[in-house]
């Protein structure tokens, strides 16, 4: 399927797209936090141009359409702003309606002091209208239940298997790891450098969570979108499931992994963590989970 990567301002080239010609777009946006590929502002003046922004992503979804806007805080001086709560505001103010607020739960990150850590962020999951499309049955969206062998305990379908033999509805709770803790990485100090995806890139999205949003939120051939690139990730995980992907990104070196990534993914030796690969609990007698031998003292 065709792939289309452009170094462009999201904010500038997303007027050029055709309007009614997008079927989701999936992004994260900067958080204006000081990364290296961001200049910190006012909270005030980095969320103004989202707002005109916003209506221009409206214009060129079409009607069936969605956008996932996935973001975490905003930390100023210590006190965060969750940024999903002005970007409901914005998106809304557009014309979108919200449909779920999914929580994306990871294990692991920075460990704070003075507060608790935070290991959340969220997906704003907006479409344009109520006619939207919505693949809960096809494969890959559902998740095994935990119960599959529970029946209807009365009325007419008492004794019948009261489950969905395709597994349970995800939920708006999706627990997708960002680093993977496999046995061998317990002597590495950097867990992030572990997970098979990993790049240069500081906050790049697993696959398997655009993944769950492509297979729910589109058919095969449709078009995906992410105006804020990074290193691909929303373009690979739509390509792997036969969608034209859009991307839009001002950083030529993650412009270059991007298209080293998508070689990859063509010659078929990209890395990528399974969709539905469950996460590693450690085991009792692992090293790691017991306790070191000098807080036994
Ligand atoms: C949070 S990161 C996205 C990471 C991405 N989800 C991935 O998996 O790699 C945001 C990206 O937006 C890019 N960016 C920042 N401002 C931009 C703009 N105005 N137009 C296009 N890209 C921009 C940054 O260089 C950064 O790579």
């Known amino acids: ?54 209506k221009d992503v409206f214009k060129k979804i079409k009607k069936t359409g969605s956008v996932c806007w996935q973001v975490g805080n905003y930390v100023h001086k210590g006190e965060i702003i969750p940024l999903d709560i002005p970007f409901y505001s914005i998106f809304s103010n557009a014309g979108f309606k ?14 704070a002091s003075n507060r608790f850590s ?40 008492k004794g019948k298997p009261s489950g969905n033999p395709l597994g349970k509805n995800p939920s708006d709770f999706m627990r997708i790891t960002k680093q993977d803790w496999d046995k061998q990485i317990w002597d590495f100090p950097n867990v992030k450098a572990n997970h098979p995806e990993k790049t240069d890139h500081p906050c790049q999205f ?11 939120l589109t058919n095969k051939k449709n078009s995906v979108f992410d105006p804020f690139m990074g290193v691909g990730s929303t373009l690979i995980g739509a390509s792997m499931h036969n969608r034209t992907a859009i991307g839009y990104e001002m950083d030529q070196n993650f412009i270059s992994i991007t298209k080293k990534r998508i070689k990859e993914l063509n010659k078929g030796i990209i890395k990528i963590r399974k969709l539905g690969k469950p996460i590693h609990v450690p085991k009792k007698t692992d090293k790691v989970a017991q306790l070191p031998f000098e807080w036994l003292k």
């Open 206 to 216: 697993p696959i398997e969570l655009v993944q769950r949003c492509v297979l729910a």
């Open 118 to 157: 935070g290991r959340y962020e969220t997906i704003l999951w907006f479409t344009k209208s109520d006619k939207y499309t919505f693949n809960l049955d096809q494969p890959g969206v559902r998740i095994p239940s935990k119960y599959p062998g529970k029946r209807h305990y009365s009325g007419k379908k």
């Open 98 to 111: 919200l449909r779920n607020r999914i929580i994306w739960h990871f294990e692991h990150g920075l460990h």
């Open 1 to 54: 399927m065709t792939i289309k990567i452009k170094k462009a301002d999201a904010f500038k080239a997303i007027k050029k797209e055709k309007d009614n010609s997008i079927d989701l777009l999936i992004t994260s946006p900067p958080y204006n936090i000081g990364k290296e590929y961001e200049t910190k502002k006012s909270f005030d003046n980095y969320l103004k141009p989202y707002e005109e922004f916003a």
